[in-house]
């Protein structure tokens, strides 16, 4: 990628109900998949259908990958493997800067801090592979990037915090 191309990376966290950290994935890269060039170019174009992003969706993608490392998804992807993802209800947005610090002036940086609490999506255990970003255009969702990863199985006791983190 060249130093003027957009790039993704996310990191987990699995918190105990004490708030104790019992699970990190570390720095992982993400895939930034077609159609954010195209909200992207919406955006710059001052087509006022355009919202960036809305949401962040967790899915349990496919079964098999647990046994077979999953097959590197295109940058044509629009949606999630699974057909009944679930949304993640607690979103914060945040500009950060290049040190990584979180700041309140616009800067080419963005930190999307997605949290799933007790019990959701289900107060039992809830088999996750796969996660994406979506904006919105002509009221329609538009995947912005995306990501396969190793099975994490959120019981209903624990918190998981999803960190993502865009460079444009």
Not at 1 to 21: F, V
Not at 97 to 120: E, Y
Request: overall charge neutral.
């Amino acid at each position: 990628m060249s130093q003027y191309g957009i790039k993704g990376i996310y990191r987990d966290r699995l918190l105990d109900e004490r708030g104790c950290e019992v699970f990190d994935s570390g720095w992982k890269p993400n895939l930034i998949v077609a159609t954010c060039r195209v909200l992207l170019g919406s955006f710059m174009n001052n087509d006022t259908t355009v919202k960036g992003i809305q949401n962040l969706k967790v899915g349990r993608g496919d079964p098999a990958w647990d046994t077979n490392p999953p097959p590197a998804p295109d940058q044509s992807i629009t949606k999630l493997q699974d057909n009944s993802p679930f949304i993640v209800p607690s979103m914060v947005i945040q500009y950060l800067n290049d040190s990584d610090a979180i700041v309140q002036s616009q800067t080419s940086r963005i930190q999307i801090v997605a949290t799933l609490g007790p019990n959701q999506p289900t107060a039992g255990t809830y088999q996750l592979r796969e996660f994406g970003l979506f904006g919105q255009l002509n009221s329609q969702p538009f995947m912005i990037d995306y990501v396969r990863h190793p099975l994490i199985e959120k019981s209903g006791s624990v918190t998981l915090e999803r960190r993502v983190r865009l460079i444009f």
